[in-house]
């Protein structure tokens, strides 16, 4: 094996396990195990416990947004261009656990310096996309917040689809990603619509 390959292969071994147990419940010893290398191969490529969490969520999340930046970038319209960036997130949200369950932490334990390497080397781009399928006529600020809300809201259906179905009219269906991203497009849709017409 290279080492090219077991750098990739150790990144997404760490990615599952700590998505599925959280950092702190996965020790070095436990993740070189799992790889099938040594301690010793692992601090080859890795200085530390945090640098490799570090490494692997930067792994994690370029591979996984940059699909969206092309979509983001793509041909169309603003509304075009959210409608598949709505689709395609939610599917992404739905669909890549991992994924998923890493944002997730991020969001709730994550410390400030990982956060804002993850932020830096990763996540600025898509967000400043996102940010400018809002009215250009807007804000700096508005168009930032409204990034926010467009992102919150998928994550948010996202988050609660589990407990949906106990709750009174919640169905096993809203949990479906083409149904999510259906509602979030019409939502956003009005909302863009609506702010336009404030003008």
């Known amino acids: 094996m290279h080492a090219v390959d077991t750098r990739g292969e150790i990144l997404d071994v760490a990615a ?3 998505a599925d147990l959280g950092y ?3 020790s070095m010893r436990d993740l070189a195990g799992e790889v ?3 301690q010793a191969n692992l601090y080859h ?3 530390s416990k945090d640098d490799l969490i570090r490494e692997t969520l930067a792994h994690v999340f370029a591979q996984k947004t940059a699909p969206m930046v092309e979509l983001l970038e793509g ?3 603003s509304s075009q261009r959210l409608t598949a960036f709505v689709n395609w997130f939610v599917r992404l949200l739905v669909e890549d656990r991992v994924f998923f369950r890493l944002l997730v932490r991020e969001l709730v334990d994550g410390d400030g ?3 804002k390497a993850l932020a830096d080397s990763v996540l600025e ?3 400043r996309l996102v ?3 809002a009215d250009p006529q807007r804000s700096e600020n508005q168009r930032f917040l409204t990034a926010v809300s467009i992102i919150s809201l998928m994550l948010g259906h996202v988050q609660l689809a589990a407990l949906l179905p106990y709750l009174s009219g919640g169905r096993p269906e809203h949990a479906d990603p083409s149904i999510i991203a259906r509602h979030v497009t019409v939502v956003l849709q009005r909302a863009f619509h609506n702010v336009a017409g404030e003008k």
């Open 16 to 18: 599952r396990l700590y």
């Open 24 to 26: 702190s419940a996965v």
């Open 36 to 38: 099938g290398v040594t």
């Open 45 to 47: 490529h890795f200085r």
């Open 75 to 77: 041909a169309g319209t």
């Open 113 to 115: 310096a990982r956060l």
């Open 125 to 127: 781009r898509p967000f």
């Open 131 to 133: 940010s400018s399928l």
